[in-house]
């Protein structure tokens, strides 16, 4: 079992920044990946990044070049930095860690960015 709690969201205005972490309990020993998604009213979770042992990490197209996924070597912690922030950015951001018996999910926390 993964247990997962996500914090830093809040309200910001447009172009400026957030910091999301994760941090992870339990069986960390297991986790192989970690990301994050989002989902906005009426729409589906989308992946925003994800970093995966011994491989690089991905973004989607439109948080390229604003958004940084990092963590910690022990896989405790991951972390979502989110710069140059847009209204369409306006979401639940939820935390994620797969393992291979299944994907863990937080509870996920609100970014709202006001125009």
């Known amino acids: 079992q993964v247990q997962l709690v996500e914090s830093g969201g809040g309200l910001v205005q447009a172009g400026g920044s957030l910091r999301l972490s994760c941090a992870a309990s339990?069986?960390?020993?297991?986790?192989?990946?970690m990301g994050w998604y989002r989902q906005a009213p009426g729409k589906q979770r989308e992946l925003v990044a994800s970093?995966?042992?011994?491989?690089?990490?991905n973004y989607a197209d439109a948080v390229k070049g604003r958004f940084t996924i990092s963590r910690d070597n022990t896989w405790h912690t991951v972390h979502l930095q989110m710069d140059s922030l847009k209204p369409e950015d306006t979401a639940v951001y939820y935390c994620?860690?797969?393992?291979?018996?299944?994907?863990?999910w937080g509870q996920g926390t609100q970014v709202t960015v006001s125009s």
């Open positions: 339990g069986s960390t020993f297991s986790i192989y990946a």
């Open positions: 970093t995966r042992r011994g491989s690089t990490t």
């Open positions: 994620s860690a797969g393992t291979s018996m299944r994907t863990y």
